[in-house]
């Protein structure tokens, strides 16, 4: 179920007022006030962006387990921006920028926002927030790199069936979580689409300003990224916001 609402000040606070059951979802066609990660702002022209957010309410779903929700949401959206690519005959993939950014080439396309509500030991409830730019060309935030499907195939495309094509995607790779099998296919699909995921590449230690050269060894299973510095014998591991990608 997709409620559609034409504004909202951010789908994310919204969809926690409705008391929507599991799996539902908000969009909004203007949001006026899209929060983003380390309190940004989200910039979406009224009309022209993906603007929702999904509710779980998942029954025992372990709180350390909760970084499979960030792969299940991302592992989706890249899925589906990768479709969408193909089928404008484009030789581009989308990939996910730990933890849960969506690429293409070096360009944004996809935020996330994911706000857990935790009951003792358990995640009671989720929500998914996702802006992905669809039909907007112009970005005028100072957002790094912005990027939309209309500004890599040049077509216009139907956003109600965009965000029902990732809701279903969500809930299925979400499903997936419920069992070890379908978190290890989880875990496969989303090392499989990480942006960086070869070679050696620059980054900065954010609590000493420390800059190395480093591959991505892997993903823990508490979501933190495991770097392997040039001539290091030992992985380092950092959080999100401890590591920022040079
Ligand atoms: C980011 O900073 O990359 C995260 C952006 C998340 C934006 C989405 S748009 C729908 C949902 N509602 C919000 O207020 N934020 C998220």
Redesign the pocket.
């Known amino acids: 179920m997709i409620i559609t609402v034409p504004e909202a000040l ?4 919204l969809i926690r007022e409705m008391d929507l059951p599991h799996g539902a979802a908000l969009r909004a066609v203007n ?1 006026t006030a ?4 380390r309190g ?1 702002s ?1 910039e ?1 022209e009224p009309g022209k962006n993906l ?3 999904v509710i779980l309410r998942p029954q025992s779903f372990p709180a350390e387990r909760q970084f499979l929700i960030s792969q299940a949401s991302a592992v989706a959206c890249a899925r589906l921006v990768t479709d969408i690519l193909r089928q404008a005959n484009l030789p581009l993939e989308a990939q996910v920028k730990w933890p849960n ?1 969506i690429y293409v080439g070096h360009k944004k396309i996809v ?3 994911i706000e857990n509500t935790l009951s003792g030991q358990f995640v009671s409830s989720s929500v998914i ?3 992905l730019n669809v039909n907007q060309t112009l970005f005028l935030s100072d957002a790094p790199n912005p990027v939309s499907l209309a500004n890599l195939t040049g077509s216009n495309y139907d956003i109600d069936h965009i965000a029902r094509r990732l809701l279903d995607l969500i809930l299925g790779y979400f499903d997936d979580t419920m069992n070890e099998k379908g978190c290890r296919k989880l875990d496969n699909l989303y090392r499989s689409m990480l942006y960086r995921r070869d070679g050696i590449h620059r980054w900065c230690e954010a609590a000493t300003r420390r800059e190395f050269f480093a591959s991505i060894e892997g993903i823990d299973n508490f979501g933190r990224l495991i770097l392997r510095p040039q001539h290091a014998s030992q992985p380092l591991i950092y959080s999100f916001k401890e590591i920022i990608y040079l």
Do not use: E, H, V
């Open positions: 951010s789908t994310n606070s949001q899209g929060r983003g990660q940004n989200w979406a603007t929702f957010s950014d935020g996330m926002l927030g996702i802006g």
